[in-house]
């Protein structure tokens, strides 16, 4: 608040990433080996700021380039946990659509993001546990 006035910052949510962050809690935490895919570069930004309330949907990350990415690490036998932050910054179909393909595959830690508060922190293992029973 400002001289009676209240103010919003919103950010450019084509300027939004996680992975450098993710990565650095990742190691700061005990973390060891990493693969890190590319799927391709950051686009630019939209020069608009997001509408406030609206879900944080970046239009630069794309739901084929997450896939691609995914899928080429599925023929490596290391990996045993699969991690893809920047899955939160998709719709919510299309990070549903992501994930559930890949989980049906191999075990995986989806990384779920409460975007609308839609599942409580306690109901995300019941959810889990309804996708893999469903792909059974």
């Known amino acids: 608040m ?4 209240y103010y919003l910052i919103l950010p450019d949510p084509a300027t939004i990433y996680y992975l450098y962050n993710s990565l650095r809690i990742f190691y700061e935490n005990g973390g060891g080996d990493a693969y890190i895919v590319s799927v391709g570069p950051y686009g630019s930004p939209s020069q608009k700021p997001m ?3 609206s879900p944080l949907i970046n239009p630069n990350v794309q ?10 690490l599925l023929t490596t036998q290391e990996p045993t946990m699969y991690i893809c932050p920047e899955a939160t910054l998709l719709s919510l179909a299309d990070n549903a659509a992501l994930m559930q393909p890949i989980c049906s595959k191999v075990a995986c830690l989806c990384i779920l993001h409460n975007r609308m508060n839609q599942t409580p922190g306690h109901e995300i293992a019941r959810n889990i546990s309804f996708w893999n029973a469903r792909e059974a």
């Open 63 to 72: 739901l084929n380039d997450l896939g691609s990415g995914l899928e080429a």
């Open 2 to 5: 400002n001289g009676g006035s």
């Open 51 to 53: 509408a406030p309330g």
